[in-house]
């Protein structure tokens, strides 16, 4: 039931550039639709694995100059600028992860911002690589079998297809006994142990599955924007992801989705003063957290449960 | 034949605290033996360095004739030993349901491309842990909790939850610390008798407990411990009539520490 409305509203969603013909909105639904891939990999690591990672940001950049230096400086095209970049991200991960999780939560936040603050330096000053500040730009449109996705209504297609492939993975990934298996972790990891299951390869996979499809993001997001600069590494986007996971719910695999596509339409709107955009977009977390301090899914589910302890405390007692 | 989990010659200090100082026990296949002790005795400590939840300092722990010393917690699972925690440990978010799953799932073959295909043997491995499960949540007496999260439990009945999860894999020997602190006193009696029956269809215990009424009611053989060390073992009766123990723990007359056990007791 629920899988068919999702499907129905997969569909909905791809017919976008069919129902207009605005730049303006088939270039917020992109964002949105990347976003919401980006968040929902976040989603798999801080909701479901508990692991609070900055990293995103780095992988998300590096996703972004791969795709871009594969094209322009390697020969390669689109397509396996897109995979390449999922790759090189997971091998990274993999890098950072190893050694960062066999420490602490606390520990993993920090190395992993400072990760992400490392990128960042690289992206401005390997300038014979990155072309530092000035970035690579002109990206060339994708093509495909002579088809050229040159404008924001084809390119549409490009991050619908992408999201939807994302999505359904990530939503098989945290609905089976693995996705279990990372709730578990998060909520008692001692547990876990007792019980004969070793959480490092669980973690590790985690991260670096949200490793890969992050870059994939931030490769197909930049092609998307037309040029690559350090600017992909602004701290926007990961606060962007963050407030997405947050509101949504983490640990909610359909609320995270639902508050990415509504959320990526917020900056849009509140975009009529840049100056105060990230102000407003703070105060509006602010006031999340204070009325539902787990997210909209997690709101639901509790009242959910209160239903279900009432109906159990009035049932016949044994 | 020797006996299915030898211990010899524990030792572990906290910045030079004696926390185990030699003790060495066995526990028999087939046994309930109980390890019991004042606070801070060693019982503990004891369990984690048994189950890798601490890095022993020296001795040998031998499970089911393999050494197993220095193991990892989930290596030593996996081996065949089962454990509880003092403080209760379940899934708070997740169902009795899944709770009891995750505790099997490391045991069946199935891996997760057996799982993304839905090959027989991942269809099997779950059709398996539901019906041991839906058998010990009625052991336990929870059926009606068995969709709802574990979080809306009370602690006791948490209590419960993670001592059926210990047996979902039908381990070798199960570790109980303290499985009946905080349960309902109604309820103490029928933990009581499903252990016993538990332990008449083959399985092995070894129970940490301070209460000692429970203790001596079930136990086939009962390890006392006092600062670090093994002062006696024996038999309940054996036990309870060592005025040594008495001693121990209560540090006074066996009149008046008779009569404060079934204090405690009760």
Redesign the interface.
Known sequence: MRLAAALLAALLVGALPMLTSSNYLLGVGVSALIFTVAAAALNLIYGFTGLLSFAQLGFWGIGGYTSALTVMKFGGNFWWGVVLAGLLNAVVALAVGYPTLRTNRHAFVIVTLTFALLVTLIARDWVELTRGPMGIANLPAPHAFGYRFGTTGRFYYIAWAFSMLMLAFLYVLCTSRIGRTLIAIKQNEPLVRAQGISPMPYKLAAFSISAAITGAAGGVFVFHLGIVDPLILDFYYMQTFLIIVIIGGAGSFWGVVVSGVALSALPEVLRFSADFRMVIYGVILVAAMFVMPTGVAGWLRERQLARMRASLEAGPLK | MSALLQLSDLRKAYAGVHALDGVSFDVEAGSITGLIGPNGSGKSTAIDCI???QRLDAGRVVLAGSDITGR???VI??AGL????QTV??????SLR?NL???T???DRAS?LD??LRTRKYRDAVDAAESRSRELVELI?LQ??YE??A??LSYGQKKLVALA?ALM?RPKIVVLDEPVAGVNPSRIREVEAALRQLNQAGETFLIVEHNVEFITNLCHRVIVLEQGRKLAEGTAAEIHADSRVLEAYLGTTPEIAAAEMRGAAA
Not at chain 2, 82 to 85: P, S
Not at chain 2, 89 to 94: A, D, F, K
């Open positions: 189950s890798g939840f990892s917690a989930h699972a996996r089962m454990r509880t925690f440990r379940v899934y708070e978010r997740l899944d799953a995750i505790a799932q490391q045991f997760w799982e993304f007496g009606r909790y709802a999260e979080g809306i999860a894999p």
